[in-house]
């Protein structure tokens, strides 16, 4: 089986610039979710799908980010302007039910993408 | 915040010995979930434990769960080198749909 699939492994920006990631979750899996983890912190959510729907994005900093899943399948998000404050990893899972339900809860984590804003 | 913080921040041990790490949670929960991530890798799942459950295992893994206390704890038995690794609680609240992780501990193995 197929894990989830992150791309680009490494991005290097400069301030103010625009970036995207892209995420491929395993096939079958309706939920999706994208977390940002600063070195040394543990996973923040940003945003949680389900099907192709924004279950979640309390933590989602609007301003500037963006993320969307066409078809409920592949998911992108876009930060634009981004700030120093960005450099973290953005790893993608996704599972098969939401966090909680009662017969899975397991999420799966794609390798993430590393972003340094300079 | 039902965000999980887990003690010790880190852990040195010596191949052979007994690891535990534990997690305390603010507000009541559906389940309690243990990941580790490998520098640089992205993390995988360890073991779920529900709220109605105490005890669980999995291989050399033992996790218990106090919802009166609101903790938990992660005991890894006889630890390898490989087991070096940053280990997260995970908790989903009682609605169950979003999983809010602490911020690790790190566990080193000296072989």
């Given at each position: 089986e197929a894990g989830v699939a992150q791309s680009p492994r490494y991005k290097i920006i400069e301030k103010r610039q625009s970036v995207a990631f892209w995420c491929n979750p395993i096939s079958g899996h309706a939920t999706l979710y994208w977390y940002q983890q600063i070195l040394g912190q543990g996973p923040k959510l940003l945003i949680q799908f389900q099907n192709n729907g924004v279950v979640d994005d309390s933590q989602l900093p609007k301003d500037r980010f963006s993320a969307e899943?066409?078809?409920?399948?592949?998911?992108?998000?876009?930060?634009?302007?981004?700030?120093?404050?960005?450099?973290?990893?953005y790893l993608?899972?996704?599972?098969?039910?939401?966090?909680?339900?009662?017969?899975?809860?397991?999420?799966f984590f794609g390798e993430g993408s590393r972003l340094t804003v300079l | 915040s039902q965000q999980g913080e887990e003690d010790p921040q880190a852990l040195s041990i010596q191949e052979g010995e007994n690891a535990t790490m534990n997690c305390s949670y603010k507000t009541s929960i559906n389940n309690l979930q243990w990941y580790r991530q490998n520098s640089g890798r992205g993390l995988v799942h360890l073991i779920l434990i529900r709220s109605n459950e105490r005890e669980k295992h999995s291989g050399r893994l033992r996790v218990t769960l106090d919802t009166s206390k609101k903790s938990s704890s992660l005991l890894i038995t006889a630890s390898r080198a490989a087991d070096t690794a940053s280990y997260f609680c995970a908790t989903a609240g009682p609605y169950g749909n979003k999983l809010v992780f602490g911020a690790g501990t790190i566990l080193r193995v000296k072989s």
């Open positions: 899943r066409l078809k409920g399948v592949d998911s992108t998000l876009k930060i634009q302007p981004a700030k120093l404050e960005d450099s973290a990893v993608c899972a996704s599972s098969l039910d939401p966090a909680g339900y009662a017969n899975t809860g397991e999420l | -």
